[in-house]
């Protein structure tokens, strides 16, 4: 299928590193934060989610990073794999828009054996 | 579990036509939005329903309509298709607003 990843920011890492994706998000009003995974073909798959009371939240093999003070996310990844290899958004959720999710540039992330 | 399911997974449509897109949400989840993605761009915001109302619009013109069922599935409508209506067309669906949106895979339209 086609990529999503055209002329989107590419980080390239070794199978086993760590990986880590920064996100800029955009209203200081957000409240709620979402990363999403998407590989080709297929639509967005939740991965983690922080809301704006937490600056950390872990998961299985991720970590995601609130800094509200300079409106930065970041998606840590351990031992990254080879079926980590998609492009990756971030989310925001602004209070009073419903469900209304803004998303960032997406970052495609390959995965070298 | 069935996740959010989109139908047709493909369509090709000519300019002037018009596209009715059909979702099912996850079972239990009351709120369904809908999203543009346009290739190497994120997902833009469209519409969101909650119990059947609209519950917000994002920046589209009033070609694009929706609407929701009692069942909770939706229907997203284009009339007048434009050759910059071709994307990736994406259902979420969440539980309640400010709760994780699941995503289908989404309906390609091609506009000829």
């Known amino acids: 299928g086609e990529s999503v990843g055209l002329h989107l920011p590419t980080l390239s890492v070794q199978e086993g590193d760590n990986s880590i994706i920064n996100c800029a998000y955009s209203n200081s009003a957000s409240d709620y934060f979402i990363w999403y995974k998407q590989e080709s073909g297929k639509g967005p798959q939740f991965i983690i989610d922080?809301?704006?009371?937490?600056d950390k939240r872990q998961g299985q093999r991720v970590t995601v990073l609130l800094n509200k003070t300079v409106k930065h996310l970041s998606l840590q990844i351990a031992a990254t794999q080879p079926g980590d290899s998609a492009v990756y958004f971030c989310a925001e959720n602004t209070p009073g828009g419903g469900n209304k999710l803004t998303f960032g540039t997406g970052t495609q992330l390959k995965v070298e054996l | 579990d069935a996740g959010v399911t989109q139908s047709p997974t493909h369509l090709i449509k000519t300019r002037g036509q018009h596209v009715t897109l059909r979702c099912s949400p996850i079972?239990?989840?009351?709120?369904v939005s809908w999203y543009q993605q346009v290739l190497g761009q994120g997902p833009q915001f469209i519409f969101q329903?909650?119990?059947?109302?609209?519950?917000g619009r994002g920046n589209f013109p009033d070609r694009f309509s929706a609407r929701q069922f009692p069942n909770y599935s939706s229907e997203l409508n284009v009339n007048a298709l434009l050759l910059g209506d071709s994307a990736l067309y994406l259902c979420?669906?969440?539980?309640?607003?400010?709760?994780?949106?699941?995503f289908g895979d989404g309906t390609r339209l091609s506009i000829l």
């Open positions: 979420a669906s969440s539980l309640v607003d400010n709760q994780p949106q699941h």
């Open positions: 079972s239990g989840h009351k709120s």
């Open positions: 922080i809301r704006s009371n937490m």
């Open positions: 329903y909650y119990e059947k109302e609209e519950r």
